[in-house]
């Protein structure tokens, strides 16, 4: 089981109010992700679910029992943070089997449980080293395993793979994401990387400000963004929003289009402008394109190779079943 609620649940450091009161309903099972700027609230927000900050107002539930007045070790939430925080001095084994201990487990369930997570995580040739003779992405899934042998109704991830580089994060993520299908638990990870948000979440929660801007699944997200906000915060590269003039001709104060829908040609098309800088990724090219359109230069996203450089003149034209439109408050026209 791993059903968590909170209703108007909020925080205030202080006089300052980083969470206004909020609703969310996290269902057992699920993988729900956390995104949103820097400093917008996410961790606080985890750090409410786990206990280890009181709430300043609402209610916490846990598998329906309310959990707001219970201290974090006893919630049965099993929380990895981006310093893994091991112990130097111990192996792997002791450091996945150290909750264990604490709870006062006999050595036999003890090894039991470490060598299940071990074997999970292809940590078992690894047991009688020493963290420091492990890679970052070995310790990040020894902090792992000594959450997943409490059995937690829920795992409670704040940015664990941001002290790994690019290759290892995304090694990683996988490895995550398969540990959830595998061990069907509910998981709450927070990160500001909206591509991992989007290739893990069963459910993104979009934060800014302490305010959830939406909630959905990460298509949801991706076609139908509420607001003006969320579309320019989920997809990279990210939406173009452009106003004015060419927004009014849709009846909207803003509009927008992602790079990957806009067709670029050499001949014709709805707005002519010129190449800027261009990014050759191989398997795409994002071109930056000034255009009449509006004052920031658009993105575009080609496939593949174009041979189109700096200063060419070219047509851009959006597809029109892919255009978003929103209004002067910033939220989206249907
Ligand atoms: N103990 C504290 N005392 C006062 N203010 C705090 C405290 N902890 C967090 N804050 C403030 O609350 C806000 C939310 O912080 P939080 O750490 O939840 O953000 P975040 O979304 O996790 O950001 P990041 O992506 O940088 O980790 C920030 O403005 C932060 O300065
Ligand atoms: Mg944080």
Redesign the pocket.
Known sequence: MGQIQLNQVS?S??S?E??PPLDLTIEDGEFVV?V????????????LIAGL?DVSGGHVTIDGADATAVPPAKRGLAMVFQSYALYPHMSVKKNIAFPLRMAGLGQAAQDKKVEDAARVLNLTDYLDRKPGQLSGGQRQRVAIGRAIVREPAAFLF??PLSNLDAALRVGMRLEISELHKRLDTTMIY?T?DQVEAMTMADKIVV?QA?VIEQVGSPLELYQRPRNTFVAGFIGSPKMNQIEGPEAAKHDATTIGIRPEHIDISETEGTWKGTVGVSEHLGSDTFFHVQTEASAEPLTVRATGERALGYGDTVYLTPRPDHLHRFDSKGLRLE
């Open positions: 925080k450091f202080g300052v980083v969470i956390f949103g700027p820097s400093g917008c609230g996410k961790s606080t927000l985890l750090r900050e704040d940015e927070v500001h934060l302490g």
